[in-house]
C-alpha cells in the first residue's frame, strides 16, 4: 500500500483541471483515429496545405468508436499501471481503490467505461451531479469500481 490511504479525496475543481490537462491527449488520440481510419479507406488526400482527411457515413462512426476506444484506453492503462494520466500527475493527483491500494485492471476499466455515462448529457454532467452528492467525492465510475481519486 502507498502513501495515498492516508490521502484525502479531492473533489470536483482540481478534478476538472486534470481532464481539461487530458483532454489535450483526448485530441491527439482523435487526430490519430481519424487519420488511421482516412488512410485505410482512403478518404485522407495530401494537398498544397497539408494532409486533410473527410469522414463520412461508417467511416465516420468507426473513427468515434476508434478514437472512444483508445481514449477509455488511455485512461485505462495509465490509472492501472501509474495511479495517474498526464493531466493526474501534473495537477498532484491519483486514482486508488477504495482502501488506498493501486487500482486493479478491472477497477480501472470499470471506472473508465463508465466515464461515457459520467460524460453524458454534456461535459460531465452526470460525473459532477454524482461528485457532488458523494461524501468521499466518486462519481458513477468510480462507485462501480470502487476507487477514489485523492491527492498526493
Known sequence: MDDSADARPCGVGIRGVAMT????????????????VGALTGQMETTATGVETDLSGPPAALGLLLWLGLSVGYHTL???RFGKTAGKHLVGIRVTGDDGSPPSLRAASVRNVLRIVDWLPLFY???IAALLTSDRHRRLGDRLGETLVVRV
Open 21 to 36: 490537462i487530458d483532454s489535450a491527449v483526448w485530441l491527439l488520440l482523435f487526430v490519430v483515429a481519424v487519420s488511421a
Open 125 to 127: 454532467a452526470v460525473g
Open 78 to 80: 495509465f490509472e492501472w
